[in-house]
């Protein structure tokens, strides 16, 4: 039996002329479709090593005419401040993501459970804050006077821990997993915590890495808190506020008559930006590759199932 299961195995399909140029021709399109995709990237590395002048001579181009590090140099200007501030995403990131993707583990198979007296109303009041909000005064009023988070990172790591479409999303991921799991960890004497760390939680990897590359993602592209509960108080900032503050700093200086001893015209404008848009998207970027096997399963799941 075991000799027939091989040989069905290494069977292979044989393609007729049809499916090779079908094939082919997928295979081309692809290709095609891939370069066209990394194209733009290759276009903001170049601009960003490319002089000003340049620019706004020749446009941009995929590969630098002027090759210049000045946008760069004035990123980089404080070496120190750039270091902590990628040291503080990274760890804002890590942080809010492991946190964020238990809490929301949780609810969601909380409230899948069909033995759960209030899930249906828990439910119905997360998916009722998708449809409503109480504005920005009354949540900045009471992240500072009622939770007095002002100046404090704890106001750009718990807002972000999770949200009502990330625990909807989980919750309809847990509905493929038989509740007979959690009866079999019932009858062997386990509590709710320990049927959830260890039967429940290792069969969620798919939804798991989907939920964390959107956390993830939220935390290190996150700037708005930081505009609005950062001061100039705080040294250190997120990473894409910090790189926000020093395109602003160049626009009003070119804009302003204390830049009347730089030769404005050479400061970087285009290339700030394209540099910005490396800084910030260079180390996230990786993060998706090693969760791409689980992204796509975890999201037709958990959108299939309603």
């Known amino acids: 039996m075991a000799k027939e299961n091989t040989g069905v195995k290494a069977k292979k399909i044989k393609l007729d002329a049809s499916d090779m140029i079908v094939r082919g021709f997928a ?23 490319t002089s000003e002048a340049s620019i706004m001579k020749y446009g941009f181009q995929i590969w ?4 210049s590090l000045y946008a ?15 040291g503080l995403t990274i760890g804002l990131t890590v942080t809010g993501t492991v946190i964020g993707l238990f ?10 459970r069909p033995d759960f007296p209030f899930r249906n109303g ?16 009354p949540f900045y009023l009471l992240v500072v006077k009622y939770l007095h988070l002002k100046d404090s990172y704890f106001a750009i790591l718990l807002p972000l821990l999770m949200s009502p479409w990330l625990i909807i999303l989980m919750k309809n991921f847990v509905k493929g997993i038989p509740f007979e799991i959690t009866e079999s960890g019932k009858i062997d004497g386990a509590n709710d915590f320990k049927i959830f760390t260890s039967l429940i939680l290792p069969m969620m990897t798919p939804g798991l890495a989907t939920i964390g590359l959107f956390i993830a993602l939220g935390y290190w592209n ?12 705080v040294d250190i900032r997120p990473l894409q506020y910090q790189l926000y503050r020093i395109i602003n700093e160049v626009n009003s200086l070119k804009n302003s008559v204390a830049g009347a001893n730089v030769v404005v015209t050479d400061l ?7 540099a910005t848009a490396v800084l910030a998207t260079g180390p996230i970027i990786f993060l998706y590759p090693s969760v791409q096997k689980y992204f796509i399963s975890g999201i037709t799941v958990g959108a299939v199932k309603g």
């Open 222 to 233: 996150e700037w708005y808190y930081s505009s609005l509960f950062l001061s100039s108080k």
């Open 72 to 86: 760069y140099q004035l990123i980089f200007k404080t070496p120190m401040v750039m270091i902590k501030t990628y």
């Open 122 to 137: 828990i439910s119905f009041y997360i998916y009722f804050t998708t449809l409503f909000s109480g504005g920005l005064v």
């Open 27 to 49: 295979y081309v399109f692809i290709t095609l479709f891939a370069v066209l995709c990394l194209f733009p990237f290759l276009l903001i590395v170049a601009t960003s090593f």
């Open 64 to 67: 630098p005419r002027e090759f």
């Open 268 to 274: 970087p404008d285009e290339s700030l930006k394209m």
């Open 103 to 112: 809490i929301v583990a949780m609810t969601g198979y909380a409230l899948q």
